[in-house]
């Protein structure tokens, strides 16, 4: 069946340093594929999404570019805050379903 | 997008006991889903619940156990059942909108079963 695989954290990063997290995954069609965030103690947001490839979602700094020939949807900022401590989760929707499939999720915490 | 409330936003209960949720949404929406987000892991879908028919369990969750109602386009209830401690968890209310089916999560309720 389908899946994701995201890399285990937490990752540790200092501000402003440059951000990677990576995301692969594996289903049958065309998925849309997307990036959730969970800060402490919320729910989760959408953080950006792709629906085809080589398409690229953005928001807040964030970026991640849907690449079909690798299967991957990966994560990157160029300088991040203290601010973007949270939870990021990878997500597809495969094309003929609207239930989403979870990765596990990757901890990232800035420290000033 | 949507905007989802849900209540309670916690709750501690006694094993043996039900907890109902509910999940409220700012406009009508054809599907909403229910998730658990076990402490430390990620999300999994209990079920999808369509107005005006039997929800849709996911492997592993069963209706006797993970009851649930949708009766209208804007609200839902999910009940955590006969709980024992394995039940502590985040659930999720979710629904899709938009013209790209984009999906929104309610604020969760906090579960803990003593």
């Known amino acids: 069946g389908d899946s994701v695989t995201q890399m285990e954290g937490p990752v540790t990063l200092s501000e402003e340093a440059f951000l990677t997290i990576n995301c692969t995954y594996t289903a049958t069609g065309y998925p849309s594929l997307f990036w959730y965030v969970q800060y402490p103690g919320e729910g989760l947001q959408l953080l950006l999404k792709?629906?085809?490839?080589?398409d690229k979602g953005s928001n807040k700094g964030f970026e991640a570019t849907y690449r079909k020939e690798t299967t991957s949807f990966h994560l990157e900022k160029g300088s991040v805050q203290v601010s973007d401590s949270a939870v990021y989760f990878c997500?597809?929707?495969?094309?003929?379903?609207?239930?989403?499939?979870f990765g596990t999720g990757t901890r990232l915490q800035v420290f000033p | 997008s949507a905007v989802i409330s849900q209540k309670p936003s916690r709750d501690i209960c006694q094993r043996g006991t039900s907890l109902t949720i509910q999940c409220q949404v700012d406009?009508?929406?054809?599907?909403m889903f229910w998730y658990r987000q076990q402490p430390g892991q990620s999300l999994t879908l209990i079920a999808t619940?369509?107005?005006?028919?039997?929800?849709?369990?996911e492997s592993g969750f069963v209706i006797d156990k993970f009851p649930i109602s949708r009766p209208n386009l804007t609200f839902s209830t999910l009940t955590v059942s006969n709980m024992s401690p394995e039940d502590s968890s985040i659930y999720l209310c979710?629904?899709?909108?938009?013209?790209?089916?984009?999906?929104?999560f309610g604020p969760g309720t906090r579960l803990t079963v003593t």
């Open positions: 979710s629904v899709t909108s938009g013209s790209l089916f984009e999906q929104y």
């Open positions: 619940a369509n107005q005006g028919s039997e929800a849709t369990y």
């Open positions: 792709a629906t085809k490839a080589d």
């Open positions: 997500a597809l929707r495969s094309y003929n379903t609207d239930k989403l499939i």
């Open positions: 406009s009508q929406v054809t599907m």
